[in-house]
């Protein structure tokens, strides 16, 4: 119901900064769009939430990337970006982006839908 399309990443060495995209379309009649939300997975670890950010635009970030990054939001477009300063070796890995459908009468089939993910790759 919800494709995610996310572009943006890349190589980079340690300090320089990047930015991601987020598109998302929904083609169904019961729902909207509502959270969007950028998650990572490193080698060998479990997937966390980097940035989040809603309809009205309320944000929450992972402790890990707090002061670095920065999450925000085209509603008409349905689309939201991340903005990731002085990057580390440490914010490599396979960046997704989630999207949340809220239903507009009943309950929907599904209400989480991912993008295919996108490499960040932080090294000398």
């Known amino acids: 119901q919800v494709q995610v399309v996310e572009s943006g990443g890349g190589l980079v060495q340690p300090g320089e900064s990047l930015r991601l995209s987020c598109s998302a379309t929904?083609?169904?009649?019961?729902?909207?769009?509502?959270?969007m939300a950028w998650y990572r997975q490193a080698l060998g670890k479990q997937r966390e939430m980097v940035a989040q950010i809603t309809t009205a635009l309320t944000t929450t970030y992972g402790d890990s990337v707090k002061g670095r990054f920065t999450v925000s939001r085209d509603n008409p477009k349905n689309t939201i970006y991340l903005q990731m300063n002085n990057l580390e070796p440490d914010d490599t890995a396979v960046y997704y982006c989630?999207?949340?459908?809220?239903?507009?009468?009943?309950?929907?089939?599904?209400?989480?839908?991912w993008g295919q993910g996108i490499q960040v790759t932080v090294s000398r």
């Open positions: 989630r999207v949340k459908l809220f239903p507009i009468y009943n309950e929907l089939e599904q209400d989480t839908f």
């Open positions: 929904y083609t169904g009649m019961l729902g909207t769009i509502t959270t």
